[in-house]
């Protein structure tokens, strides 16, 4: 669950930001396809750092002892 606490800030940032820029920049777009654009973004980055936040540190190789 510590992972959703970032995840999903990051998909609301996206969804906005892809929301703003789509309107300004490219406003010919037709909106059903804007729509659609920005879910896809949206899910894409939630994956993206949902996978990139994992907590992994059973794997994490202990410090060397130095003698």
Known sequence: ?????????????V?????WILGKDHS???LESRIFI?????????????FLLSNKEDQIDPKPKHK
């Open 38 to 50: 920005t879910i896809g973004g949206t899910l894409i980055s939630g994956i993206i750092s949902y």
């Open 15 to 19: 969804a906005i930001l892809a929301t």
């Open 28 to 30: 010919t777009v037709p």
């Open 1 to 13: 669950m510590k992972r959703f606490k970032v995840v999903i800030p990051i998909m609301v940032i």
